[in-house]
C-alpha cells in the first residue's frame, strides 16, 4: 500500500499543477490575442476617485464637470465621478459605485458606446482585447510624483520600472503614466511585480505570491511608546513627532503605535500588535505607502524571501538603549562574530543583514541575547509559483 503523501509534498503537487495550469492560461491568452482581435470589452484607465470633486455635484454630465475646473488636490486627469457613460451602455455594463466607473465584463458585448468620441471627456475609456489578464488602471498626466502620490493612492508615478522589466518591450510611459500596448503583451506579470506603487492589475496571478520585496518595521517594542502617547492624547503618529522621546524615557527609533501606516494599507497588510506596527509578509506586496507615511521613517522594503531581519534601527549606546527597550539591538557583535557566511555588519549601534549574503542558517538568532533577529517566512506555495513565472518570463525574453 502506497504511504500518503507529507503536506508538504502535497501542496508542492497542487502548487506545480497551478502553475502548468497557468502557463496554459497564456498559451491560450496570446494565440487568442492573435485570432479574436476583434473581441473586445470596455475598460476604465482610471482607478480611484480623485478627480471627484465635491464641487461637482451639481454637474449634469461629466463635460460640465470638466468645465467647472478642478480643485486643488483633484486629479486633473482621472474619472469625475459623474456618470455620463453610464447612460449611453444600452447592456447595463457601466455602473457608478463610490466615485467610480466599474465594468461588468459579462455583460459588456464591446460596442464601444462608452469610449465613442464626446462620451468621456477624460478620454478615459479604452476597447481592449477581452482576453487581457494585465492593466494599467490610470492615466494621470502629472509630471511630479509627489503630487500624484499625494493626490491618489492608484496614480502611476511613470516610474519606468514596468517598461524595463517588460521582456516584450508591451509597455512605455506615455504622458507620464504606463500604457500597455496589448498586440505585444503576453501576460507574464513581470510589469505587476516591478510596479513601485503596486497598481497594475493581473486577474490570473495573485501579486500576494508573486512580489519580489516587502515591507518591515524596524522596531519590536513600541509598546512603552503606545502607552505614553495614548497617555498624553496623542492619537496620530505625526502628531506624536512634536513630543521629545527623551522626556518621556523613550526610544528615538521606537514605532508610536498609534497606525497611521494601517490607515494607508491598501492591502490590509499591516497592524499594530502589542503596541507596534506589524506587516503580514503573506499580504504586502511592496506598494510603500507605508514607508512614505511612517514619520519614523522605521519602514523598510526589504527582499521577500526566507532570511534574517533586525527590528531595530536605535542608533543609541548600550545604557540608552537598556533603559527604554526590552527588544532593542544592543550592538553586542555576536551575531556578527558568528555568522559563518559574514553577512552580518554594524551601522550606527544595530546589527543589518545582507539579504544577498544571508542564507538563513539561524546561527545569528541562536546567539542574539535577546531573541532580537526575526526570520522572514516564505510560503512554499509561493515560492515556487513565483519560481516557475520567472522561468516563463526568461522563456519569453529569450524567445523574443
Known amino acids: 500500500m502506497q504511504e500518503p503523501l507529507s503536506s508538504d509534498c502535497l501542496t508542492k503537487r497542487i502548487y506545480q499543477k497551478k502553475v502548468c495550469q497557468e502557463r496554459h492560461l497564456q498559451e491560450l491568452y496570446m494565440d487568442n490575442l492573435e485570432n479574436s482581435p476583434s473581441e473586445l470589452v470596455a475598460f476604465v484607465a482610471c482607478n480611484g476617485h480623485a478627480a471627484a470633486s465635491a464641487g461637482f455635484a451639481a454637474c449634469k454630465s461629466c463635460a460640465e464637470a470638466v468645465q467647472t475646473g478642478f480643485r486643488r488636490g483633484d486629479c486633473k486627469s482621472g474619472c469625475v465621478g459623474i456618470g455620463s457613460c453610464v447612460s449611453v451602455c444600452s447592456k447595463g455594463a457601466l455602473k457608478l459605485q463610490d466615485g467610480r466607473i466599474t465594468v461588468d465584463r ?15 471627456p477624460q478620454h478615459l475609456i479604452k476597447m481592449i482585447p477581452r482576453k487581457a489578464t494585465n492593466f494599467i ?36 510611459i506615455v504622458d507620464n503614466h504606463a500604457v500597455i500596448d496589448y498586440s505585444k503583451c503576453v501576460g ?34 513600541g509598546s512603552r511608546a ?30 508610536c503605535g498609534l497606525g497611521s501606516c494601517v490607515q494607508v494599507c491598501r492591502f490590509g497588510a499591516i497592524s499594530v500588535v502589542d503596541g507596534t506596527a506589524y506587516v503580514d509578509p503573506e499580504k504586502c506586496v511592496g506598494c510603500r505607502d507605508c514607508v512614505r507615511e511612517c514619520p519614523r521613517k522605521i519602514i523598510s522594503i526589504v527582499p521577500y524571501k526566507g532570511i534574517k531581519q533586525v527590528p531595530c534601527s536605535s542608533t543609541a549606546d548600550y545604557y540608552d538603549k537598556t533603559q527604554v527597550c526590552d527588544s532593542g539591538c544592543t550592538a553586542c557583535r555576536d551575531c556578527v562574530d558568528n555568522c559563518p557566511n559574514g553577512a552580518i555588519y554594524m551601522k550606527e549601534m544595530h546589527a543589518e543583514i545582507d539579504p544577498n549574503a544571508c542564507v538563513n542558517c539561524k546561527v545569528c538568532q541562536y546567539v542574539c541575547g535577546r ?16 519560481a516557475a513565472l520567472e522561468r516563463v518570463q526568461a522563456k519569453t525574453g529569450e524567445e523574443n
Request: a negative charge; one cysteine or more; proline letters at 2%.
Open 106 to 120: 459579462d455583460l459588456c458585448n464591446g460596442c464601444g458606446d462608452c469610449a465613442a468620441a464626446g462620451v468621456c
Open 226 to 255: 503606545q502607552a505614553a502617547y495614548k497617555e498624553l492624547g496623542i492619537k496620530d503618529c505625526h502628531e506624536a513627532m512634536k513630543v521629545d522621546p527623551k522626556e518621556h524615557n523613550l526610544c528615538y527609533t521606537s514605532c
Open 371 to 386: 531573541n532580537v533577529i526575526r526570520e522572514m517566512k516564505v510560503s512554499a506555495a509561493a515560492e515556487l509559483q513565483r
Open 137 to 172: 488602471p490610470c492615466s494621470s498626466s502629472e509630471e511630479d510624483e509627489e503630487t500624484v502620490r499625494n493626490t491618489c493612492g492608484y496614480g502611476c508615478i511613470a516610474c519606468g520600472e514596468c517598461e524595463r522589466a517588460c521582456p516584450v518591450g508591451a509597455v512605455s
Open 188 to 221: 507574464c506579470t513581470a510589469c505587476m511585480v516591478k510596479c513601485k506603487k503596486k497598481i497594475i492589475l493581473d486577474t490570473l496571478h495573485d501579486l500576494a505570491k508573486l512580489k519580489d520585496k516587502v515591507a518591515f518595521v524596524r522596531c519590536s517594542g
